[in-house]
Each structure stands twice: as C-alpha cells, then as structure tokens.
C-alpha cells in the first residue's frame, strides 16, 4: 500500500509541475507583485544571469544547476543512507507482516504501530525517498518561468537551443531519460532485494522526464541533463552499488564461512555423544 502511495505521490507532483508551468504568460521584472513571482522566480532569474558568463544564458542553467545539487547534497545523502536503512530492516518488516497477516482493524493497526516502532528504533523513514523530490517541485517550477517569463533568458540560445522553446531535436530530453534511467537503475541496485516499486520507476521517470521534455522549455531539459548526470556521478562515488554488493557479499561470505566452522566443531561432539 505504502509503494502505491509513493507511485501516485510522484505521479500527482509530475502532473502538478506540467499543469503549473503552464500558469502565468506575462513577463516578470523587478516590478512585478507577490512573493512567488517577485522574490522566487525573478530572484532565479538574476541568480541565471550572474552566473552566465558570456551572456550565455545555457552556461548560467548549467551552473545554477550544479550549485542547487550540491546545496542538495546533504538531503541526498540523508535519502541514500535511509533508503539502505530500510532494507536492512525489510526481513524484520516481512516477519510482521506474517505475524500480523490478518485484515481486521485491530491487526492493521498493531502491524503499523509495530512497523513504526521498528522504523524508530533503526532511525528510518519510510518516505525519506520523497524527499529530493518534494524540495525538487518548487526549483522546477521557478526554473521553468524565469526561463520562459525573464527577458534575456526566454530569447536565451545554448548551442542548437532557443532556451525557451522545446528541443527541436529531442535531443536534450532524451538524454536526461537516459540519465534519469542510469540514475534510478543504480539507486535499485544498492538494495538487498527486488522492489516492485523501484523497477516501475526505473521505467516510469525516464519516461514522464522525456515526454515534458519535449513539450516544455529546453532550458529546464537542460536542467534535467545536468542534474540527473551529477546524480549519477554522486551516486557512483558516494553510494557506489557496485562497492555495496562486494561489501554484502564478503558479509555474507565470512557468515557462511562461520557457519562451517562451527558445524564442523560440533561435528566431532556429535559423534562421541553418539559412541
């Protein structure tokens, strides 16, 4: 149940940010009224323009872009060692779920104070996995109007890119599918066991990032490029699945290891009990 939530959670902030970037068609300046279009948006768009050495506006996306992951780092941090928390616990979350497997009431409601319980005394947080996202929502959505809204950037050109338009060549979205992808598919990796949920969204978030990439500005592609390369990398070298399974796997290999070693002790004991 918990997986369906989080699946229609994502899907409902997708659709929120396709509907809301659609809001507001006039431009935003430093005259413009109320708090999200004056101090967010317009105050995105300057942060943009600072850093677009050259007057490129594309360069300014790229390296706002970089400077929000690493202000993320910590939170993205936090989610991995969570998220590696919560599958450590997932044998003792399916014991529960044995012992309390009944449908009434009062079962459910002692499955989920005993599931709270042991999520609180292994300091996990089932919906820690949402939280990048949650802080995400709001950084999309000012990105995409100042870049669509702000003179200068929604006349801004990056390459092949008139930054506020769609890609012409899909090329922009199609990368940060691919990279959204490799993303998911390196976070599903790291876990002990098969999630149903994580291989839907391994195939689910590429592909809703490719179908608002093409219809949405190609500066927020961009946006989506970069990002979702840096996770990569940051997933590579801070939570590197490839190092976690060698690490599992010499864990289990000394637990096997110890477990000969002592039916072999006890090997001898039997047979004299025996005699």
Request: aromatic share 8%; hydrophobic share 45%.
């Amino acid at each position: 149940m918990k997986n369906k939530k989080k699946i229609l959670l994502v899907v409902a902030m997708m659709t929120t940010l396709l509907v809301l970037t659609g809001c507001g068609t006039g431009d935003i300046t430093a005259q413009s009224t109320g708090i999200w279009e004056r101090y967010i948006v317009f105050n995105f768009g300057r942060a943009i323009k600072a850093l677009s050495f050259g007057s490129n506006a594309g360069i300014g996306i790229i390296l706002f872009t970089i400077i929000v992951r690493v202000i993320l780092l910590p939170l993205m941090h936090y989610q991995n060692k969570s998220m590696r928390k919560t599958q450590e616990i997932q044998p003792k979350i399916k014991a529960l779920q044995v012992k309390y497997a009944s449908k009434d009431p009062d079962t459910k409601r002692k499955l989920q104070e005993e599931q709270q319980r042991l999520y609180n005394e292994h300091g996990v947080n089932p919906f820690a996995g949402c939280l990048p996202l949650l802080v995400q929502m709001p950084i999309l959505m000012a990105l995409w109007q100042s870049i669509s809204r702000i003179q200068g950037l929604s006349s801004g050109r990056f390459l092949w890119l008139e930054l506020g338009s769609p890609d012409p060549y899909f090329i922009l979205p199609i990368l940060a599918a691919i990279f959204t992808f490799i993303s998911t598919k390196l976070s599903s990796m790291s876990q002990i066991e098969s999630n149903p949920t994580m291989k839907m969204m391994t195939y689910f978030m590429p592909a809703m990032i490719l179908f608002m990439g093409i219809n949405l500005a190609s500066g927020l592609s961009l946006y989506w490029v970069v990002s979702n390369a840096f996770q990569v990398g940051q997933t590579l070298v801070i939570n590197n699945p490839f190092k976690i399974k060698r690490e599992r796997e010499a864990v289990a290999k000394q637990q096997r290891d110890l477990e000969r070693a002592l039916q072999k002790a006890q090997s001898p004991k039997k047979k004299r009990n025996k005699k």
